[in-house]
């Protein structure tokens, strides 16, 4: 299969959609482990409900208890159950609601309580979220909410890893987080296949960049360098941003990763009719030229377009069944035909980006099963995509790429220095 970023087809970028389904395998696993049927309190901890860094007032010493949700857990019942009148919880659940979002506790998250120390009573609760902790706190006027910024300071390491499962697996052992993983493919999705590139064996070396909070959490940021060796062959991204322009990601001699067309319009089983000038045609059964691409996948399998560009035709057209066509800038353009239906919003005139989900799989017209016919064109001309050399959108010069080379060279030593790959189980 290739490029899953199509499966899903509501997220952004198309790398994020082509990795959902095949990276996060054991996302149910995770959600299982999360919904834990018994309830885990988690250890006592001292702690101030006045530890705002500057402040003149001395801190009053209190407990604080984590306490894991389980299965049909809320928050009154966890505060009823720890001997806050109802009342009172209600009132303190509500104070909360303009701060935090609150449905999204459920099994397996945990709340922190603030206990008195002596007859342990409820003196307030604590949500982190992002960089702040949000708090509700016992006066003598009710509950009253108080923010407290968390300090940071940016740091960044290496991360090392071997493919023996998937990039996934082998990179959360390695100790990418989730998002990080996500990015990765982001970064290559120009030039590599995630799916029919990468081999057991393969190798990734990143060099991320996270923020280390006060309280010990740790949070992922963007990836300022990354190497992948695929089958014996070295592909590089380094983080570096133009004085001029926002920052991107480039190869080793300052090219902009990012090319004019992705890949594959979709995440498809096998190519069934490659572009031909000459075939035996599966429901005419005569020979003639086959000037496109069709890519076999299941029914309902999102199709991207290729690159950023305009609709010029989305409806029905004779053989093609629902087709849409794209125009691109360059004198290109792309078709892709058979659909079983079209994406909501697509219509002649629409702006769409490369990624952007246009339709979805089907058979309709001249087909005899569910397969994305798809033509590239230049100058009104079909060509062959899969033999079309994309070219990258910028290749920097001057001052940039001396910057550049300086930055590149201090990466490249962090990438390449002598800690030993990670290999997951």
Do not use: C
Not at 28 to 51: C, F, Y
Not at 130 to 137: C, F, L, N, S, T
Not at 187 to 210: A, N
């Amino acid at each position: 299969m290739k490029h899953v970023g199509n499966i899903l087809g509501l997220l952004s970028s198309h790398a994020r959609r082509f990795l959902v389904r095949y990276i996060f395998a054991g996302a149910s696993v995770i959600a299982l482990l999360l919904w834990a049927p018994s309830l885990e309190i988690l250890p006592e901890r001292e702690s101030s409900l006045t530890t705002l860094p500057g402040k003149s007032s001395a801190p009053r010493s209190v407990l604080q208890l984590g306490v894991k949700l389980k299965p049909g857990d809320t928050l009154l019942t966890v505060l009823t159950r720890h001997g806050l009148a109802p009342l009172s919880a209600h009132d303190l659940i509500a104070k909360f609601r303009p701060h935090v979002n609150l449905r999204r506790l459920r099994a397996g998250k945990h709340v922190d309580l603030v206990l008195d120390p002596g007859d342990r009573s409820v003196q307030g609760m604590e949500f982190t979220i992002a960089d702040e902790i949000v708090r509700a706190k016992a006066t003598t006027q009710g509950w009253m909410i108080e923010r407290e910024e968390i300090p940071s300071t940016p740091a960044t390491r290496v991360v090392k890893g071997t493919i023996s499962r998937s990039l996934y697996e082998n990179g959360v052992a390695a100790g990418l987080a989730a998002e990080q993983i996500l990015e990765l493919a982001t970064i290559f999705e120009y030039d590599i296949d995630f799916f029919s590139d990468l081999r057991r064996g393969d190798e990734f070396s990143t060099v991320v960049e996270e923020l280390h909070y006060a309280n010990g959490r740790r949070a992922p940021r963007r990836i300022l360098a990354a190497e992948l060796d695929v089958d014996g062959q070295i592909h590089s991204a380094f983080y570096f941003s133009p004085k001029a322009g926002r920052g991107s990601y480039y190869d080793t001699e300052g090219k902009q990763l990012r090319r004019a067309f992705l890949r594959a319009p979709l995440s498809y089983t096998r190519i069934s009719s490659p572009y031909s000038r000459s075939r035996s045609h599966p429901i005419l059964r005569i020979a003639r030229p086959h000037r496109a691409i069709d890519y076999a996948a299941p029914a309902g399998t999102p199709v991207v377009a290729i690159g950023k560009g305009r609709i010029s035709f989305s409806g029905w057209r004779r053989g093609y069944g629902k087709l849409v066509e794209i125009a691109h800038p360059g004198g290109y353009s792309s078709r892709y035909g058979h659909f079983s239906r079209i994406a909501r919003g697509i219509r002649k005139g629409a702006e769409v980006n490369a990624g952007q989900v246009v339709g979805f799989v089907g058979q309709t017209g001249h087909a005899t099963g569910p397969h994305l016919h798809f033509e590239f064109l230049r100058g009104g001309r079909k060509i062959n995509f899969l033999s079309l050399k994309i070219p990258r959108l910028e290749h920097l010069r001057g001052l940039d790429l001396e910057r550049f080379v300086r930055e590149r060279d201090r990466k490249l030593a962090r990438l390449r220095d002598q800690v030993r790959p990670v290999t997951g189980a």
